[in-house]
């Protein structure tokens, strides 16, 4: 089945520790996205990627580092600098951009303990 | 900077009834691309109807169709024949052309009642 795997489903992070959300994909798309879901809110995005090696960041990137070496793979970093990573993180994917359609994958919640 | 606004932040619906949920944009742009997200239980995002700003016809998958009026700034989405797994949150999304940021908006929470 092609699709968006992310894992860990539930990641804590304890203080000071950076932690890293996996997000594959075999779907052969070129462009990956990372947004951010917090309760009552809309998702925001925190930095997409439309080629290997090169990404660009979104509207609240800071805290966060993404790499994209291989056009399957775009793993999402939550620094010690994100102040506030409780939330639920969702990669997506799609062709070339989102103007034709997203796909997401089932999300991973962080949480600070 | 582009701005989605829904201001239904729960409904209900009988099922098999028609429900219309609404959602509002601001921008400057002219050309753009307009969506409706829906987020069951499960908390993975689905892709309900997608509408392209420089087409008129209203967009329809299905059960569901929206009322995209471009002078107005609004998009609603109406669900005809309501089903229980209609039950979710849908979010409003609008992007601009050419551009890889997609403005959500916060949401309705869309029960279907038996």
């Known amino acids: 089945d092609g699709g968006i795997t992310q894992s860990p489903k539930y990641l804590f992070r304890k203080e000071g520790q950076n932690v890293t959300l996996s997000c594959e994909q075999n779907l052969n798309h070129d462009a990956m996205y990372w947004y951010r879901q917090d309760p009552g809110q809309g998702l925001r995005l925190i930095y997409y990627?439309?080629?290997?090696?090169?990404?660009q960041k979104g509207d609240i990137a800071e805290g966060y580092s993404v790499s994209r070496e291989k056009k399957e793979s775009f793993p999402l970093t939550v620094t010690s600098a994100q102040k506030n990573p409780t939330a639920f993180y969702l990669c997506?994917?799609?062709?070339?951009?989102?103007?034709?359609?997203?796909?997401f994958g089932s999300g991973t919640q962080l949480s600070v303990l | 900077a582009q701005t989605v606004t829904q201001s239904q932040p729960e409904m209900s619906v009988q099922e098999a009834e028609t429900v219309t949920l609404s959602c509002t944009y601001d921008t400057s742009e002219n050309n753009y691309y307009l969506f409706w997200y829906k987020q069951p239980p499960s908390r993975q995002m689905i892709l309900v109807i997608r509408q392209e700003a420089y087409k008129q016809q209203n967009a329809t998958e299905n059960r569901f169709s929206v009322n995209f009026q471009k002078a107005a700034k609004s998009f609603s989405l109406k669900i005809s024949d309501s089903q229980l797994g209609d039950t979710a949150m849908y979010f409003c999304a609008f992007m601009k052309y050419n551009n890889n940021d997609m403005r959500f908006g916060a949401g309705t929470r869309l029960t279907v009642k038996p």
């Open positions: 997506a994917s799609s062709i070339e951009g989102p103007n034709e359609k997203l796909f």
């Open positions: 990627s439309q080629i290997v090696n090169d990404f």
